[in-house]
């Protein structure tokens, strides 16, 4: 029987966050802002295990307490994204048909019922799909010097979120070989195969915490969780 493991790429040094650790183990309303991550992966159902990959020279890991069931780590990030994933593959021995569920860990408010949504609707898919946003607003392509080109329709357009979910053996076989700065996620990764994975519309709170300032967003979605 196939499994079901969500992979949770975690070997960034979140450069772009300025703060003294990886934006990863930053604390969030009492715990490091992955452990949330973690946690809505571990508490869907169907999941069998939650992996994180994080970088062999990790500092932060260890020191925490993450007492979360189905958790297992992988010490062998890599220096992208896609080599990460790629070794957390390879670590992991998945069997070709095993469903893999690739999650940023900064997209921490991430719901159970969006990670069902996703299961449910690539059961039977022949490729797999991801979680999506149709775009909501115009959008515009800039110039070199920061003025609009042109009025892009957005019909069709959709923003890219994760889990990203395929069987194992077509993402080993996506990321085969292909140079990190090619792609941009799994799925596009997989497009290259000729293939065309399923958009399963997502949730606009779950984003991915790029900068300081999407903190205060998410500790106030999270608090109103367990106010709820």
């Not at 869907?44 to 780590?73: I, R």
Request: aromatic fraction near 6%.
């Amino acid at each position: 029987m196939a499994r079901m493991i969500a992979l949770v790429p975690a070997a960034g040094s979140g450069s772009r966050f300025g703060a003294p650790s990886p934006k990863q183990y930053l604390q969030l309303n009492g715990k490091p802002l992955m452990w949330h991550t973690l946690a809505t992966l571990a508490a869907v159902p169907g999941v069998d295990e939650v992996a994180v990959v994080v970088s062999p020279q990790d500092e932060w890991f260890d020191g925490f307490d993450w007492d979360l069931p189905k958790l297992s780590v992988r010490r062998v990030g890599g220096s992208s994204r896609a080599e990460s994933v790629a070794n957390g593959l390879a670590a992991l021995a998945c069997a070709e048909d095993d469903w893999v569920l690739v999650h940023d860990a900064a997209r921490c408010c991430l719901s159970v019922a969006a990670v069902e949504r996703l299961i449910a609707a690539l059961s039977g898919h022949a490729v797999g799909g991801l979680l999506a946003l149709p775009v909501p607003d115009t959008v515009k392509r800039a110039d070199a010097d920061g003025h609009v080109a042109a009025t892009v329709p957005r019909n069709g357009l959709w923003l890219a979120q994760t889990p990203q979910m395929f069987r194992a053996g077509v993402l080993e076989n996506a990321l085969r070989g292909v140079a990190a700065e090619d792609i941009t996620d799994e799925a596009a990764a997989v497009e290259r195969l000729g293939l065309k994975p399923l958009l399963v519309e997502g949730d606009a709170q779950n984003f991915k915490v790029t900068y300081p300032r999407d903190l205060a967003l998410a500790r106030a979605i999270l608090a109103a969780r367990e106010d709820y």
